[in-house]
């Protein structure tokens, strides 16, 4: 059974440009969760998204969004983009809304200049 | 006040040794805990789980949970080499909620 994808690996911005994350679940999981792990801040609650609609927000600044499709993949977007929000942005799926065990992806690398 | 607090470490135990990391939180509301290892370049992995107070027991894994003090705990039983990697606790109030990670400890088993 394939894990959670996310694409890219790595990815290089510019101050105020914007970064589009991608994230597929495992296979029959409904709730996709987006995480951003800045050094030594560990990790972040972003978002939460099941069965297309968002069900929870962190204390993120509304430039960051996202959205769910109908095949439960997700989409995570960053606007106007800031030096700080250098970090790895982890996607997690869990089977079902509120499930106990997250499963996550290896993550993408933003690094903005 | 951070929401879920940890030591970061690093933490060194001797192979073979019972490691220790605590966890305190703030959220009187909280009431499921999961304990997540990340090994380096890695993403988390759940390890534990815990929502009533008392012990629970996992092969090696003991994680403890006393909600009147607010603390979690994990004790590593005969640590390996290959237990060295950082530690995330993480709670939330229901299924329906977020989970709120902390920071992680490092932990270290020195062969």
């Known amino acids: 059974e394939a894990g959670v994808t996310q694409s890219p690996t790595h990815l290089i911005k510019t101050r105020g440009q914007q970064a589009t994350l991608r994230c597929s679940p495992i296979?029959?999981?409904?709730?996709v969760y987006w995480y951003q792990q800045a050094l030594g801040l560990g990790l972040q609650f972003l978002l939460w998204y099941d069965e297309g609609e968002e069900r929870n927000r962190g204390n993120f600044p509304p430039r960051f969004s996202g959205r769910q499709f109908p095949n439960y993949s997700s989409e995570l977007n960053v606007n106007a983009l800031e030096l700080e929000d250098s970090a790895l942005y982890l996607c997690?799926?869990?089977?079902?809304?509120?499930?106990?065990?997250?499963?996550f992806g290896p993550g993408t690398r933003l690094l903005v200049l | 006040q951070k929401e879920v607090e940890q030591n970061s470490g690093p933490l060194s135990v001797p192979e073979g040794a019972i490691a220790s990391l605590n966890c305190t939180y703030s959220d009187r509301g909280s009431q499921s805990f999961f304990w997540y290892r990340q090994y380096s370049g890695k993403s988390p992995e759940l390890i534990m789980s815990i929502y009533s107070n008392g012990d629970k027991e996992d092969g090696r894994f003991t994680a403890q949970l006393n909600k009147a003090s607010q603390y979690v705990s994990l004790l590593i039983r005969d640590s390996q080499p290959s237990d060295s990697a950082t530690y995330l606790c993480a709670g939330r109030r229901t299924s329906y909620d977020k989970v709120i990670f902390g920071p992680g400890t490092s932990l270290s088993v020195i062969p």
């Open positions: 296979s029959g999981h409904t709730s």
């Open positions: 997690a799926s869990s089977l079902i809304r509120g499930a106990e065990t997250q499963y």
